[in-house]
């Protein structure tokens, strides 16, 4: 398999698994990738799912250069877009996707990681959009969402000079949540996911809406759908029993209902 996948309920962890092209993505593994994220998105076992790339070296290296190169301008439009909807999969999944950078995320790899909901990153991780350097641009999201969580200056930085940044300085520019020491990734990985999967899945999935979509409207749109997914939390019984809990002095129990 070119995706493997290990599903230890609450959470799911996603291996892309090319170790020998450092875990270049291909049609293949998009393929794969997005059978297993449409299984997780409708499988309410899985409150959280994690996101890494097989070996010690990469997370992932950007599309497999070998397939790039021999695009043309309608495929490669065509593989643009293809990229693009598996991401958008991984970015609306429902439920938080932790990238655990376990190295280089360059290219797709980095534009993969950005649409993940969190991204933890090994001290030994380097990140950037390389693309220029072969004579092309992000087609992955790389131009949009890379400004809209970096902002303009160093994202036109990173595009431009296709340098690629280190951890450090990933986390500095707000590009990764957070850095861990590279032996304590998965471990640091798996504690956030459980922590994030003992909060109210109802109630994550209407955040991870409001501030997705948030970002794309005027802030009148983004209140008005604010207010609304605030008004629908109020009608589940997570929020009965975390209200309540608060007022009994007890840790709740969220069931996602
Ligand atoms: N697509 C296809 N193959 C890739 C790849 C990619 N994006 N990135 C790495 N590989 C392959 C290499 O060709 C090499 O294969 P080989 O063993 O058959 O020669 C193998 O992975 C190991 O990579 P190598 O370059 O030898 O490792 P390194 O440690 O010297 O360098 C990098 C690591 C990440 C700096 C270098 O591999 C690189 O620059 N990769 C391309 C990054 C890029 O431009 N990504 C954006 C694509 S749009």
């Known amino acids: 398999m070119i995706v493997t996948i290990q ?3 609450p959470v799911a962890v996603i291996t892309l698994n090319r170790p020998d092209v450092l875990n270049a993505i291909n049609a293949a593994m998009l393929d794969e990738l997005e059978a297993a994220l449409i299984g997780f998105r409708s499988d309410d076992g899985v409150r959280v799912v994690i996101l890494t790339g097989a070996g010690d ?9 070998a397939e790039l190169a021999a695009q043309t301008a309608t495929s490669g439009r065509e593989f643009a877009l293809r990229g693009q909807r598996v991401f958008d999969l991984v970015e609306g999944l429902g439920k938080p996707v932790i990238a655990a950078i376990n190295g280089y995320a360059l290219g797709g790899g980095c534009e993969l990681a950005m649409a993940c909901t969190l991204r933890l990153a090994a001290d030994t991780a380097r990140l950037g959009q390389p693309e220029i350097t072969l004579g092309l641009m992000p087609g992955y999201g790389g131009s949009y969402r ?13 595009l431009l000079t296709g340098a690629p940044i280190s951890a450090t300085e990933a986390e500095r520019i707000g590009l990764v949540t957070r850095v861990v020491p590279a032996v304590e990734l998965m471990t640091a990985a798996r504690a956030l996911a459980d922590k994030l999967a003992r909060n109210a899945p109802i109630a994550m999935r209407y955040i991870l ?37 608060f007022l009994e002095k007890r840790a709740p129990a969220f069931k996602g209902r």
Request: proline share 0%; net charge negative.
């Open 7 to 9: 599903r230890d309920e």
């Open 146 to 158: 890379l400004a809209r969580l970096v902002g303009k200056t160093k994202s036109m930085e990173l």
């Open 209 to 245: 809406d409001a501030v997705n979509r948030g970002l794309e409207m005027s802030t009148a749109e983004a209140s008005a759908l604010e207010a609304t997914l605030f008004g629908l939390a109020m009608a589940t019984d997570d929020m009965r029993e975390g209200t309540a809990a």
């Open 57 to 65: 070296k990469a997370f992932a290296a950007g599309a497999d250069i």
